[in-house]
């Protein structure tokens, strides 16, 4: 207890505290006041013009105060609130619930208000003739949430009222039922719980409808349940699960739970030690797009992945192996493009890999490397190019390969900086692909060749396709790095193709005997400025393939990012057309608290936006709240157009609502 002045009455047990009164309480609280009278241990006693700070930055102040033995502090014309550093013009605090009478039981926890009025900026805006909620000191309870309410063209419009319910420190459950005026009740139900290694979910969808939608969800009946887990094994291996399950491809996007185009359901296990890593998984594909068939979406069971990497040298250089396997299969087999797909495929891909890193006396940086792979595949009705199926097929493979990397380094310092410039030669001689017309493409299909792919062994992304044949890659990277932080990063580079067959189609850019020029520049000069442009462009310069160039930059209040993207068409790598499109966000902070944010994309191919929004933001110590109207324009054919204007709410130790609406 500190004032100005303490009158201890020693017999009585008593404490008259005057002027700047401050009394800290062991939890950490500090309750201030212009006088106190304390007694029975300070259990009981009276103040006036009293002011709460607590432990998490709440502010409780009253006219007058009479804490009672038990715990329980009678507060007369209170006012709480959580801000701290927000207030108005008028000093007031940005939001502040004001009562008649709060009554705080520190055993129970709990907060009781008699007429509570919430303000905002000083102007009442909510009352209630009584409410309870949970102290500061509470993280979790059973107890109403605040709602939040939406609207959409299935469902009409939507008041959803969440109920938490603590069914113990580890678990919980809570009831987020929409109530809807086309559609009636939505139950969507969650369930949490923490274990000793881990923790898991289970979410449960579902609406009778009132009327029947347009198909394909003309049912009655609709509904989906997600779950997710992950868990820890040991310190080495760690299991999990993530997966969704719907009635139909559309309830999860109409009803405004989930905008995914593609479900992906999981089951993995996953081991990672030193120098080894383990992965394996069963995957299954669920399409939620009205574009796809579901009939020729694979499910994986079971797609594993390892790699080891040996702490012996062998023969001076470092000695790895790695696996890459699955098994495959889906109802229907299809083709797109030049790409086919079976109906079952099984693959076993095995790689012992070599390299050796020597640096000579002159300062090139030599790496050596080799590698044997061997491939085992089981395939049954992949398309054979002619309207016809494959049968059952058995197909084998040995691909050797074996390589050189140099890389010559020169440094140079100045009194700006420092500059490397390092001239990169690769020669790469392996065996010619082979039977690739008898295998499906499952996980090589987009390829993109560009600077950051120029000096990889494979240029393929995935190993149901094999970068076969001799071939040359040749680069120069340049590097300035300025003492003020800011630094220059640049590469251009080309790849030859000299003897053996060529794995690459047209339009990849790697197809014919010299490829295309591939090369990128990155320069930040400052902080707040950074600009990247990367192209690839035929190597006559005639024409280019891909390019795209973005900057970003914060200039004082402001801040934004600008980007151009321009890619050719390449039916090799399913993008059967060519896509150019302009993209940019932007915000402006005008006070410190308050700022307008927006931004879009537009195709310049289609003359069409693709997307667009803006916003206004607030957001400080004690409140934020986001009012966002948004736009999409899909490309694909019958796709409408997604229009919605959304608010959310969020005041500190109070909850968070909001609204959302499809325009």
Not at 137 to 144: E, I, Q, S, W, Y
Not at 216 to 239: C, I, Q
Not at 338 to 349: F, K, W
Request: a negative charge; aromatic letters at 12%; hydrophobic letters at 35%.
């Amino acid at each position: 207890l500190i004032a100005t002045k303490v009158v201890y009455d020693q017999d009585g047990d008593s404490f008259k505290a005057n002027g700047s009164v401050e009394l800290r309480e062991p939890n950490g609280n500090i309750l201030q006041a212009e006088t106190a009278d304390l007694h029975n241990k300070f259990k009981e006693g009276f103040a006036r013009h009293l002011r709460a700070l607590l432990t998490n930055d709440v502010t409780i102040t009253a006219e007058y105060a009479k804490r009672q033995e038990g715990g329980i502090t009678i507060y007369e014309h209170a006012s709480y609130t959580a801000c701290k550093d927000c207030s108005t013009d008028g000093g007031a605090p940005l939001w502040e619930i004001t009562t008649t009478k709060t009554v705080h039981d520190e055993k129970a926890k709990n907060l009781y208000h008699t007429n509570p009025t919430l303000k905002i900026g000083g102007v009442p805006v909510a009352w209630l003739p009584y409410a309870s909620m949970p102290d500061p000191t509470v993280t979790r309870r059973t107890g109403f949430l605040l709602p939040s309410f939406s609207s959409g063209n299935t469902y009409g419009y939507g008041v959803i009222t969440p109920f938490f319910l603590e069914l113990g420190p580890s678990a919980d459950l809570t009831f987020r039922p929409m109530w809807t005026t086309k559609q009636g009740p939505v139950a969507d139900v969650e369930f949490r719980q923490r274990l000793g290694s881990g923790s898991y979910k289970v979410r449960g969808y579902g609406v009778y409808q009132l009327t029947e939608a347009p198909p394909p969800g003309d049912t009655k009946w609709r509904g989906a349940v997600t779950s997710a887990g992950a868990f820890e094994l040991n310190d080495t291996w760690d299991w999990g699960w993530d997966g969704t399950l719907t009635s139909d491809k559309t309830f999860l996007d109409k009803y405004d739970f989930d905008d995914r185009e593609l479900a992906t359901s999981k089951v993995y296990l996953t081991g990672m030690d030193d120098r080894s890593y383990f992965s394996a998984q069963a995957l299954h594909f669920r399409t939620l797009s009205l574009e796809q068939d579901q009939s020729t979406m694979p499910t994986a069971l079971p797609y594993i992945n390892s790699e080891h990497t040996f702490d012996q040298a062998v023969l001076g250089g470092e000695l790895s192996f790695d696996l890459s396997a699955y098994s495959l299969s889906r109802d229907d087999p299809y083709s797109f493009s030049t790409i086919n797909h079976g109906t079952d495929q099984t693959r076993a891909v095995t790689n012992v890999n070599w390299q050796k890193q020597m640096t000579t006396g002159a300062g090139q940086v030599v790496t050596p490397f080799a590698t044997m792979r061997s491939d085992l595949y089981i395939t049954n009705n992949v398309p054979d190019g002619g309207g016809g199926f494959q049968d059952e097929e058995v197909t084998g493979r040995m691909l050797p390969s074996a390589g050189v990397d140099v890389r010559w380094p020169f440094i140079a310092s100045s009194d700006y900086g420092q500059s490397i410039l390092t001239p990169v030669f690769q020669a790469i001689a392996a065996t010619n692909e082979t039977d690739e017309d008898e295998i499906g493409n499952e996980d090589a299909i987009s390829l993109n060749f560009d600077n950051s792919s120029l000096f990889l062994h494979d240029r393929f992304t995935g190993q149901d396709r094999y970068e076969g044949g001799s071939r040359a890659n040749i680069g120069l990277l340049y590097s300035f790095l300025a003492d003020n932080g800011g630094f220059v990063r640049t590469s251009l580079g080309e790849s030859f193709h000299i003897a053996g067959e060529n794995s690459f189609d047209l339009g990849s850019g790697l197809d014919g005997s010299k490829s295309d020029l591939v090369g990128a520049i990155v320069f930040q000069p400052w902080d707040n400025l950074g600009l990247s442009y990367q192209a690839r462009v035929e190597e006559d310069l005639s024409s280019i393939n891909v390019q795209e160039a973005f900057a970003n930059f914060t200039l004082d209040r402001f801040s934004g990012s600008l980007g151009y993207i321009y890619l050719n068409s390449e039916p090799s790598a399913g993008r059967d057309e060519t896509i150019e499109q302009v993209e940019s966000d932007a915000s402006f902070r005008f006070t410190e608290a308050w700022s307008l944010f927006g931004g879009f994309k537009y195709d310049l191919a289609d003359d069409a936006f693709r997307s667009k929004s803006v916003g206004i933001a607030f957001d400080c110590d004690c409140m934020s709240a986001k009012l966002t109207y948004s736009e999409t324009n899909p490309k694909d054919v019958g796709e409408e157009n997604d229009r919605a204007l959304r608010l959310s709410v969020e005041l500190r130790t109070i909850g968070r609502t909001g609204f959302s609406a499809g325009l």
